[in-house]
């Protein structure tokens, strides 16, 4: 019997929503290459704005990285905060965190109050542990940075974390201010509430390449790079693709 499988589990649960293949040449203000959250992203909001946007995916839309995301939306960096203000400066280390932190709340106005699904938003809870002990005194100085600022977390000490939480760690912060939300449903809204407004959207169209002028830029797409966008701009967003 398999318990596991390799298939993302976002497909699964809803399967392939179609968009056309490009089968002309085409021009817009906009061509965004790369089908997923980023690219649907930019799109939308791009469309919003008054811009003729193109989408190029190279092979489905959200078949890539976006179909295997974890769907948890939070503000911290990979770097903490209190690490972050002696690489760049507190200014900007603060700048980013709140950047993140009102990001989320933006994602939940959209989801619940702009877009015509609310793609399964929710708010949760979220932690990061202390692994060892002697990682302590650096996650409570990670709290207090987080708290002069403005960002609600609350240190927990090794038996507190056990008795209210039933985890194992030597300590952890509890942050409220996490969400989710289902990322194959929210790509796949956002483009189709663009399309709406004008956005073209085609995938199994990948970008063979692209040249730049004072005029542009010209992207060859398709198959064998037959069929040519003229574009204001491009912007490349293709993810781990890219690697």
Not at 137 to 150: D, N, S, W, Y
Not at 193 to 219: C, I, K, M, N, W
Request: proline fraction near 2%; aromatic fraction near 10%; include cysteine.
């Amino acid at each position: 019997m398999n318990f596991t499988t390799g298939q993302p589990f976002w497909l699964t649960e809803r399967g392939l929503v179609r968009y056309p293949v490009l089968d002309r040449n085409l021009s817009c203000d906009v061509a965004v290459v790369g089908g997923g959250i980023t690219g649907a992203f930019l799109g939308y909001y791009l469309t919003q704005a008054g811009l003729r946007v193109a989408v190029l995916e190279s092979r489905y839309v959200v078949s890539g990285s976006t179909s295997a995301s974890t769907a948890m939306c939070q503000y911290e960096l990979d770097e903490d905060l209190s690490n972050l203000r002696q690489q760049v400066g507190v200014q900007r280390a603060n700048d980013a965190y709140l950047g993140n932190l009102y990001a989320v709340h933006a994602l939940a106005r959209l989801c619940r109050e702009e877009l015509p699904d609310d793609c399964e938003f929710d708010y949760c809870r979220s932690f990061y542990l202390a692994s060892r002990k002697a990682d302590v005194p650096h996650l409570m100085e990670e709290g207090e940075a987080r708290r002069g600022i403005g960002i609600e977390c609350t240190f927990l000490e090794e038996q507190e974390l056990h008795e209210k939480f039933k985890l194992k760690a030597a300590a952890g912060l509890l942050s409220g201010d996490t969400a989710q939300v289902n990322p194959y449903k929210l790509t796949h809204t956002l483009l189709q509430a663009a399309q709406v407004q004008g956005l073209q959207a085609f995938e199994r169209s990948p970008v063979q390449r692209y040249t730049a002028d004072e005029a542009g830029v010209t992207v060859q797409a398709g198959a064998g790079g037959q069929f040519r966008i003229q574009a204001k701009h491009i912007v490349v967003c293709t993810g781990y693709a890219a690697a």
